[in-house]
C-alpha cells in the first residue's frame, strides 16, 4: 500500500469531494462497527448507494490506499479520512442564539462523539443568561463572546439567531478570531478574506423540492450532478 502523502501537484480539492470524503467516512465507521477489515470501492459503493469510480477519484487526491484485488483497509482508511478532514483534535464551537434552534444545535449528541465539542450558548436576551441547555451547555451574554473563543481556543462558530441580527454576530464572531461560521440564519452573509462561511438554508432545499415536485415529468430537471 502506499504511502498517504498527497500529491501536491494537483488541482485544488472542491467542496463537493470533502462533502463526500465525510459520506464515506460514515460509511467506513458502519463497516468498522460490523468487524469488517477492508472493503472495495465496488463493494463500497454498492453498499452504501455511491459511485465506484467518484471513490476512487476522490480518495486518489490523497494517495493511494487500496490493494489491487483486496480493497481498502478499513480501519486504516478511515483513520487517514479523519486526520484529513482535521477529526483527529477536537474542536471547539461557540453557538449564538439560545432560541429553540440554538438549544437544539447545543444538545445534539452527534457533535461532541465526532470531534466537536459546543462550549457555549451566546444570547443577547438576559432572560436567557445564566442557564444551560438540558445537555448542560451553558449560556453566556454575547458580550463575553471574545473572551470565550480566547479562553477556549474556539475555532468554529455557529449562527442560530434571526436573519437581522446575522451579519452584526458572524462580524462578532471573526473579531474574535474565529474563521469558520456555520449560518442557520435565512440571510446570505457578507464573507471576509480568510474566513469560511457555509449556510444551511432548508428553505432553499425545500423549494428546490417544489421545483422538482412541478415540474417532475417534464424533462427540464437535471439528474444530481457529480463531478467527473
Known sequence: MAGPERNENKEPISELTTERLSIYLRCLNHLESMDEKTVSSHELARRFHLNSSQ?????????????????????????????????????????????????ALADYNGFHSNGFYIVALLETDPAK??????????????????????????????????????????????EAGICAVLNFAPVQIRRRAGVKVKSVDLRINLESLSFYLTNAGTGICAEDEEEE
Open 55 to 103: 471513490i476512487r477519484k476522490d480518495l486518489a487526491y490523497f494517495g493511494e490506499f487500496g490493494i489491487r484485488g483486496v480493497g481498502y483497509n478499513v480501519s486504516r482508511l478511515k483513520q487517514h479520512l479523519r486526520s484529513t478532514l482535521g477529526l483527529d483534535k477536537m474542536r471547539n464551537i461557540i453557538i449564538a442564539g439560545a432560541g429553540n434552534l440554538g438549544m
Open 129 to 174: 443568561c445564566d442557564r444551560a441547555s438540558r445537555s448542560g451547555i451553558p449560556v453566556y451574554p454575547s458580550a463575553r463572546m471574545a473572551a470565550i473563543v480566547r479562553k477556549h481556543n474556539v475555532e468554529i462558530g455557529i449562527i442560530a439567531v434571526p436573519a437581522d441580527n446575522a451579519q452584526s454576530v458572524c462580524d462578532a464572531m471573526v
